[in-house]
T-cell receptor, first 113, second 114 residues
């Protein structure tokens, strides 16, 4: 595709429900990143995929968060039993190779009510 | 671990004023340094980068020099325009610490008034 695509763009969910956020990276990009952007908090690193290597999950805030990347392309971030503090914009980015320019999607705005 | 610290905003400037946004970093290895910009209603995009000490990144009139001795990567522009109003993020990536995952500062909001 022309850029990184994220869906949905907005998601409102009830506390305790599970949500899945999708990211379609730019075709051919080997690196894929998930970040969380909260008001006044900057960008918080969540998880990083690089090729076929084991992902770097060091930023996931709790075991309610998980992510997978199928076939080295599409990635899904899953949040189980959502809490109000999970409300944020979730950003996905991809890059052709590590340490090169990262291209960001428009994000998914998650609101937990 | 690695970290990035940038000046608190918001920064408000008049058009044609000189801009400096300070950024300092802590890194265990030899990081690459980046400035990303987020214009209102748009996604983050790369503004400029530098991959080794003394490199200068530049784009759209913005410049930043990778200073290893002061662990800094300050963003500068000689004459800002209203269209530069955005949030600016300093970031680093360091294979030694995070396998090249980008580590961002909290962002600095810039408002340029006519």
């Amino acid at each position: 595709g022309a850029g990184v695509s994220q869906s949905p763009s907005n998601k409102v969910t009830e506390k305790g429900k599970d949500v899945e956020l999708r990211c379609d990276p730019i075709s051919g990009h080997t690196a894929l990143y998930w970040y969380r952007q909260s008001l006044g908090q900057g960008l918080e690193f969540l998880i990083y995929f690089q090729g076929n290597s084991a992902p770097d999950k060091s930023g996931l805030p709790s075991d309610r968060f998980s992510a997978e990347r199928t076939g080295g392309s599409v990635s899904t971030l899953t949040i189980q039993r959502t809490q109000q503090e999970d409300s944020a914009v979730y950003l996905c980015a991809s890059s052709l190779e590590p340490n090169t320019e990262a291209f960001f999607g428009q994000g998914t705005r998650l609101t937990v009510v | 671990g690695n970290s990035v610290t940038q000046m608190e905003g918001p920064v408000t400037l008049s058009e044609e004023a000189f801009l400096t946004i300070n950024c300092t970093y802590t890194a265990t290895g030899y990081p690459s340094l980046f400035w990303y910009v987020q214009y209102p209603g748009e996604g983050l995009q790369l503004l400029l980068k530098a991959t080794k000490a003394d490199d200068k990144g530049s784009n759209k009139g913005f410049e930043a020099t990778y200073r290893k001795e002061t662990t800094s990567f300050h963003l500068e522009k000689g004459s800002v325009q209203v269209s530069d109003s955005a949030v600016y993020f300093c970031a680093l990536s360091d294979l030694a610490d995070s396998g090249y995952a980008l580590n961002f500062g909290k962002g600095t909001s810039l408002l340029v008034t006519p």
